[in-house]
């Protein structure tokens, strides 16, 4: 047996959010719920969750992008619960970091008994969910950002495209990618714009382009946050 855990339910169609709030809470657990990919992400950065339910067809962009950035710092168990039955979707969700994932509609026993398994399985507590790398300190809860102990004050957005840059360290960001999860697919070929938040960015941590400490810049293709 399992002992109570906080489960966080990632899906935009309420009805499913509470039919497993009652089924989970009639196991034990405490529910938590998001019905974004933004709202997802910090979530599970301010919950800090034993197990992430997780759809892939969100209204502010896909799952997946949730999936990708909690992965920078945290293996939480995630288990992907969606109407998508193609091989390639499952596919793309295993490959970046799901542990298992269900169709709907699916069978609640089954379900559950899937949920018991992964947590059975978890190891150690939550990772935290503070990033620092030298003089940099990024609170992915409370959405703080200080640099040598002083505060930086930065716009949601500025902050977003920061949480992802660092949440992947020493990785290549593409731009498309980064447009995609911030501003939405429609803005995937707006590079200019993404050059204008970066240097903001730069500015306000006291990152110089020319001889970058926290975001380096990979012409034509994307940023590499520093390697902790």
């Known amino acids: 047996m399992t002992g109570p ?3 966080l339910i990632v899906d935009d169609e309420p009805p499913i959010r509470r039919f497993l709030r009652v089924a989970l809470e009639a196991e034990g657990h405490l529910v938590t719920e998001a ?8 979530r599970a950065a301010l919950d800090a969750p034993a197990l992430v339910i997780l759809d892939l067809g969100l209204p502010d962009g896909d799952g997946i992008e949730v999936l990708r950035t909690v992965r920078g710092w945290s293996q939480v168990p995630v288990i992907v619960l969606s109407v998508r039955s193609d091989e390639a979707g499952k596919v793309a969700a295993l490959d970046a970091g799901a542990q298992d994932y269900v169709t709907k509609p699916f069978a609640t026993s089954e379900f559950l008994a899937r949920i018991r398994a992964l947590l059975r399985d978890r190891t150690g507590p939550a990772a935290p969910s503070v990033l620092s790398v030298a003089e940099l300190e990024i609170d992915l809860a409370a959405r703080r950002v200080s640099v040598a102990g002083a505060e930086v004050k930065l716009t949601r957005r500025e902050f977003d495209l920061l949480r992802l840059l660092a949440s992947q ?7 498309a990618m980064i447009l995609r999860t911030i501003w939405g697919p429609a803005h995937e070929e707006d590079s200019q714009y993404l050059r204008v938040y970066i240097r903001q960015l730069r500015a306000k941590l006291g990152d110089d382009a020319a001889d970058p400490r926290w975001i380096f810049t990979e012409p034509g293709i994307g940023y590499r946050f520093r390697n902790r």
């Open 5 to 7: 855990a906080r489960i």
């Open 169 to 175: 360290p020493g990785r290549l960001v593409t731009q």
């Open 35 to 42: 019905a974004s990919v933004r709202e997802g992400i910090d």
